[in-house]
């Protein structure tokens, strides 16, 4: 496959761009890109929209998630979501380590090599979530998670990171709906009250705000393709932005 490096960004992102020879654009240093929000918020189908994107401009594109995504990050997941394990809740610090471990696991063994091939990495929840449910929500301290952060990830931050905004009660309405489609099983995330939903939203949208110039807030009640222009959008001119630097 032939690999050609970007030189005019502004070409490539001109809406309606497709790259016709089928080669593979390659970034000098890859691209990270985030997915965060509430249950619900629909998070997986915007990566799924996204990705479609960039693949069509001949970027190589890697979808991932959190927990999750390599064989030990996946085991950890399996540990902390799955209902069938008989532990209703975990205490804050243990938990905030388990998904620490994951995410230590995933870096070093698939984003960090992604992004070195120059790929564009997008991943659905990654430090945002533990500094919001195990943070922000369980009370530890900031300076805590920062040292898992430090620990765990280092300097392998998000370029971009979309925060997904719906109220809880539309949220769970869609959770509902999604189980009652498809027999899924509710994880210990999900089964969360209205009020804990709701305050997660609240504690996403406040990471946007001290950080906006990475977090983007999508406002997730309007139509999918709707919310698949404006993020196309968005990313499109942030990663032509660093690739002028």
């Known amino acids: 496959m032939v690999r050609t490096e970007i030189r005019r960004p502004s070409c490539l992102f001109k809406r309606g761009f497709e790259n016709k020879d089928k080669s ?4 000098k240093s890859g691209y990270f890109i985030s997915f965060e929000g509430g249950e619900g918020s629909g998070k997986s189908t915007q990566i799924n929209h996204l990705a479609k994107h960039l693949r069509k401009k001949g970027f190589d594109v890697l979808v991932t998630r ?3 995504g390599t064989l030990g990050a996946e085991s950890i997941r399996y540990v902390l979501l799955n209902t069938y394990i008989q532990i209703q809740s975990y205490e804050p610090t243990m938990e905030a380590i388990l998904f620490s471990a994951a995410r230590a696991d995933h870096v070093d063994k698939l984003i960090i090599p992604a992004l070195k091939a120059g790929n564009i990495v997008l991943c659905d929840r990654f430090i945002d979530s533990t500094r919001v449910y195990q943070g922000i929500l369980h009370k530890l301290p900031r300076g805590y998670i920062s040292l898992l952060e430090k620990i765990t990830v280092d300097q392998t931050i998000p370029d971009l990171t979309f925060i ?3 109220r809880a009660k539309r949220a769970l309405a869609r959770v509902h709906a999604r189980q009652k489609k498809s ?3 509710p994880d210990r ?3 969360a009250s209205l009020n804990v939903q709701e305050n997660r939203r609240q504690a996403f949208l406040k990471i946007a705000k001290m950080e ?3 977090c983007f807030v999508i406002d997730a009640t309007r139509s999918i393709n709707m919310i698949a222009d404006e993020i196309a959008d968005i990313s499109d001119r ?3 932005e660093r690739n002028m630097q």
Do not use: A, M, Y
């Not at 593979?24 to 970034?27: D, K, Q």
């Open 189 to 191: 995330f999900e089964k």
């Open 212 to 214: 906006p110039n990475r």
């Open 183 to 185: 027999w899924h099983k």
């Open 66 to 68: 959190e927990p999750g």
């Open 164 to 166: 997904l905004d719906l």
């Open 24 to 27: 593979s654009i390659v970034l």
């Open 238 to 240: 942030k990663i032509s």
